[in-house]
């Protein structure tokens, strides 16, 4: 029942910046963790940051300083803004859910293009 969509990703200059949302469809957004990832080619997938339920955040060494993930439960949105982008960066950005219950559930969005370019 819990679906993931990506979007604002796209071309970009060097410098530049990107905001990335996350639409969840599901009936307990508050509950999860929720997380970005990214995957360039030839390169296994890679957290870039997270955000828990409760609303702390870590961050991949390679983004500190230039990315901010944020959540609004009201809307059931996870969103990534971008600053001072590099060529590095360029990926294809996926949006993550996780719930641990009694198990461990793990839900993926399809993923939206980054480009960081001149």
């Known amino acids: 029942q819990v679906q993931l969509a990506e979007s604002g990703g796209g071309l970009v200059q060097p410098g530049g910046s990107l905001r990335l949302s996350c639409v969840f469809s599901g009936i307990i957004f508050n509950l999860f963790d929720m997380g970005w990832y990214r995957q360039a080619p030839g390169k296994q997938r890679e957290m870039v940051a997270g955000i828990t339920s409760g609303g702390k955040s870590n961050y991949d060494d390679s983004v500190k300083g230039r990315f901010t993930i944020s959540r609004d439960n009201a809307k059931k949105m996870l969103y990534l803004q971008m600053d001072s982008l590099k060529p590095e960066d360029t990926a294809v950005y996926y949006c993550?859910?996780?719930?641990?219950?009694?198990?461990?559930?793990?839900?993926w969005g399809q993923g939206t293009q980054v480009t960081v370019s001149s």
């Open positions: 993550n859910a996780e719930i641990t219950t009694t198990e461990k559930y793990t839900y």
